[in-house]
């Protein structure tokens, strides 16, 4: 059974950095991808991006390109995201997701999403992250 379990969010300042943990366990295989999305009070859900856990190949949201950058280790079996320059409309709760369908994942994470649109195979209960002064 698959698990997934998010950690690290919390209060920070405009321009601050701050970095999230995604703990996933209960794969049999290393193919499937890993996923970060948000969503503030009373918008739709939107990717953040995503890292593809065959080749390590990440891929990112033309709103944080620059900023955030996913990274992996392996041997945790933990997957980070980690948030530079932070801007107030990061403000969210940030949720990990994985799913063998690795291709619909990558359009998903790097894309805002329409209701209904995508539904990921595991995700975790999400951690809230605040940019505010």
């Known amino acids: 059974q698959v698990h997934i379990v998010e950690s690290g969010g919390g209060l920070v300042q405009p321009g601050g950095s701050l970095r999230l943990s995604c703990a996933v366990s209960g794969f049999s295989s290393n193919k499937y991808g890993i996923g970060w999305f948000r969503q503030a009070p009373g918008n739709e859900r939107e990717g953040v991006g995503c890292?593809?856990?065959?080749?390590?190949?990440?891929y990112y949201a033309a709103a944080v390109k620059g900023r955030f950058t996913i990274s992996r280790d392996s041997d945790k079996n933990l997957v980070y995201l980690h948030m530079n320059n932070l801007k107030p409309e990061d403000t969210g709760v940030y949720y990990c997701?994985?799913?063998?369908?690795?291709?619909?994942?990558?359009?998903?994470?790097?894309?805002?999403?329409?209701?209904?649109?995508?539904?990921?195979?595991?995700r975790g209960q999400g951690t809230q992250v605040t940019v505010s002064s």
């Open positions: 890292l593809d856990n065959t080749d390590g190949q990440t």
């Open positions: 997701v994985a799913d063998r369908g690795v291709n619909a994942l990558r359009v998903a994470a790097t894309s805002r999403l329409r209701p209904g649109q995508y539904e990921p195979s595991y």
